[in-house]
């Protein structure tokens, strides 16, 4: 997920300007893009472009019974083109899953700041991270884990996902807005819930999509930790 702490631009309301509050979250650390910034900005416009198109193809039927052939054919571009982004079809597949993980984190952290509650900003960053298992469908939730590094991508994504939960709630304990818990537990469990609900096995019982599933049990722990 993004890296904490970015400093978020003023806004203009009624053409005055308005900076929003830092959000300081100690402890959280982003982990570092695959695709490094100054690498991505290398890329062609087109090869940019063809991230992004690869991004919605891949969380909606995945890659696994495809070439990077046949990959470049649906692309509409060479061989050498793709072949510029990534090694392989395996590498590729995770370059683009963490360009989108980033991308749902920093917009997650984005829509905070420091004049939120701890508890509300939780939930809110909670919601937004959640979009990350909304389109994933079993087959390619099947498909990904048999991808080399996967696990550890996904690993190392919650990870920072945790860390930011067990920051806020930190500071809800430290502001008396809950009563002190194992934050570093709760903050675990939360930080699990959109990968285990997105979990083939889970994802085909579960009444609703893995991303509504998992903001239904957010609220009820948090609500739980409100009243206790």
Do not use: W
Request: charged fraction near 25%; proline fraction near 6%; hydrophobic fraction near 45%.
């Amino acid at each position: 997920m993004s890296r904490a702490g970015t400093k978020r631009s003023a806004r203009t309301t009624g053409g005055d300007e308005e900076a929003r509050p830092r959000l300081r979250l100690p402890g959280a650390r982003a982990p570092r893009p695959l695709l490094r910034p100054d690498t991505e900005r290398a890329l062609t416009p087109r090869q940019r472009e063809i991230l992004d198109e690869l991004e919605a193809l891949v969380a909606k039927e995945g890659l696994a019974d495809l070439t990077m052939a046949e990959i470049a054919a649906r692309m509409n571009c060479s061989l050498r083109t793709l072949y510029g982004i990534a090694p392989s079809k395996d590498e590729l597949v995770l370059i683009v899953v963490d360009r989108s993980l980033h991308r749902i984190g920093r917009a997650a952290i984005a829509g905070l700041d420091g004049a939120m509650s701890p508890l509300d900003a939780l939930r809110a960053y909670l919601r937004a991270a959640h979009e990350a298992v909304q389109p994933t469908t079993a087959a390619f939730a099947r498909d990904f884990a048999r991808v080399p590094g996967a696990t550890r991508l996904v690993d190392a994504h919650r990870s920072y996902l945790t860390a930011v939960a067990q920051s806020l709630l930190d500071r809800a304990v430290a502001e008396k807005q809950i009563r002190p818990v194992d934050t570093a537990a709760i903050a675990h469990v939360l930080g699990g819930l959109g990968r285990e609900f997105a979990r083939p096995e889970v994802a085909e019982i579960a009444a609703a999509s893995p991303k509504a599933t998992a903001d239904a049990i957010t609220d009820v722990i948090l609500l739980g930790l409100e009243r206790a």
